[in-house]
């Protein structure tokens, strides 16, 4: 428990208990602490953190008037489901807990009449079995269009829709790796991508990305070096508005990371996540995949989280036909395929995905601005890189307090997603990532309470000055 916990202020009085309460919230937030997980006694845990027992049992009671963790005279306590979707202890002047740790925009505004002609076009599939291994053809040839455009030349028949760029990458890590097998990553990295990759009992390496470097982030000479000390069987990487920092890949850096790919042989899953979130050009227009220089050892997948809408719960693979094949194989362990009616939906909205894609990226590029400007004025001493694309920005603090200052902001109504997550070993305490999907007024109340919660932790990231913009490191 205390492992989980980290470190996190206890002054011995109240506002300790509220401090304990705060960071074992934060983990259950964060996924650390399912619900049923049982609690050491009070005793013990009291002895673990180096605290009273009068202070956990304190902590223990707010948790429990917030239906966080249930007791029972015999059986101890316990993690349980919160009542509400977000947890506030001390909600400041009533208002809700606002989310900065998902980095995830409501629906485009397309997305209804697209479901009213879906749902005309789903009585012609109501007669057939409902299971569409590779996914719906129109689908398939509206993604396959889209890869062409951006540079990749691709056929229907090699594209298969998935459940998530996500379960994309789990099913090219369960096809082409194996426990004790290395993958290499960036650092930082996707946190999902990196659960999966323990949850695999693979190990992964990871590459520093360095803003300074000739390739705009990418150190493509320490990939090299990495893929030949170590040897990864797969590697995982995000060229287009990395998550978390940002940053893009050119289309030289492109070229060049694809040569020392294929010269390695080491098959490459390449998120597109962000691709379409391109808030100063045009993604057409914009370096072409880097599955274009790296050939068939690239596996590219996609998604429709954050250019569309996340409650689609679809993604997609491009690869060629070959590696199709086995993904498939692997497929049919997990699940027989992505839902019909949401394809429908999707396939709608690709038929002419530039004018619903240009007013989700002119929403996204005000919500940044505005996000930009209210750490300026909240929390001047913060330094960060104003990016081309994606949805956060990727902050600097002025003191290694990452997590601290997490399990402070969630008192004051804010959930952060605090830079540990991010890498594949901790460290990176002195970032957080800051995502601008929310609606430009709650971006800046976030940002106010931000600045309240840093000041309890007596940052000097507090007070007014100017702004700095830096690359990230």
């Not at 470190?7 to 074992?24: E, I, K, M, P, Y």
């Not at 397309?110 to 053809?137: K, M, Q």
């Not at 956060?392 to 200052?405: A, D, F, G, K, N």
């Amino acid at each position: 428990m205390a492992m989980v916990l980290g470190t996190w202020r206890h002054g011995g009085s109240r506002r300790g208990a509220a401090d304990l309460a705060g960071a074992v919230e934060m983990q259950v937030l964060d996924g650390q602490l399912t619900p049923g997980t049982r609690l050491p006694a009070e005793r013990e845990m009291a002895d673990a953190l180096g605290v009273s027992r009068t202070l956990v049992g304190a902590a223990l009671d707010r948790l429990r008037a917030d239906g966080l963790v249930a007791s029972r005279r015999g059986a101890g306590s316990w993690i349980t489901t919160p009542r509400r979707g977000g947890l506030d202890p001390a909600p400041p002047e009533g208002a809700g807990l606002i989310d900065l740790a998902r980095a995830s925009p409501p629906a485009v505004a397309g997305l209804l009449p697209a479901v009213d002609v879906a749902r005309r076009r789903l009585c012609e599939e109501l007669t057939g079995h409902g299971y569409s291994d590779l996914g719906l053809p129109d689908l398939r040839a509206r993604i396959a269009e889209r890869y062409t455009a951006r540079g990749l030349p691709t056929s229907p028949a090699q594209v298969m829709v998935t459940n998530g760029a996500h379960h994309g990458f789990v099913l090219a890590l369960r096809t082409l790796a194996g426990p004790g097998d290395r993958v290499l990553v960036d650092r930082p990295s996707y946190p999902n991508a990196l659960e999966a990759i323990r949850a695999a009992h693979t190990l992964a390496v990871p590459v520093g990305l360095d803003p300074s470097g000739r390739d705009g982030g990418w150190d493509i000479e320490g990939i090299e070096a990495a893929l030949r000390q170590a040897a990864p069987r797969l590697a995982y990487l995000l060229v287009d508005f990395q998550n978390p920092t940002g940053l893009r890949l050119d289309a030289a850096g492109r070229q060049r990371l694809g040569s020392v790919l294929a010269k390695a042989r080491t098959p490459v899953v390449v998120d597109e996540t962000h691709a379409e979130v391109d808030l100063e050009g045009d993604p057409v227009a914009g370096p072409p995949p880097l599955a274009a220089f790296a050939g068939d050892w690239a596996i590219t997948v996609g998604s429709a989280a954050k250019s569309h809408w996340g409650g689609l719960r679809l993604g997609w693979i491009r690869a060629s036909e070959e590696m199709l094949g086995r993904l498939m194989a692997a497929r049919y362990t997990l699940d027989l395929g992505s839902p019909v009616f949401e394809q429908l939906v999707l396939a709608e909205l690709l038929t002419d995905p530039d004018t619903v894609l240009r007013g989700r990226r002119e929403e996204m590029r005000v919500r940044r601005d505005a996000l930009a400007d209210a750490v300026r004025e909240y929390c001047p001493h913060w330094s960060f890189r104003l990016p081309s694309g994606g949805l956060s920005l990727w902050c600097r603090l002025p003191e290694p307090v990452s997590t601290r200052l997490a399990v402070a902001a969630v008192n004051h109504g804010v959930q952060l997603a605090p830079g540990p997550r991010f890498g594949t070993d901790g460290g990176l305490e002195s970032w957080v990532r800051l995502p601008f999907s929310q609606p430009v007024e709650q971006l800046q109340e976030a940002m106010r309470r931000v600045s309240a919660a840093a000041a309890s932790l007596r940052l000097s990231s507090v007070g007014r000055g100017p702004a700095v913009d830096t690359p990230v490191a």
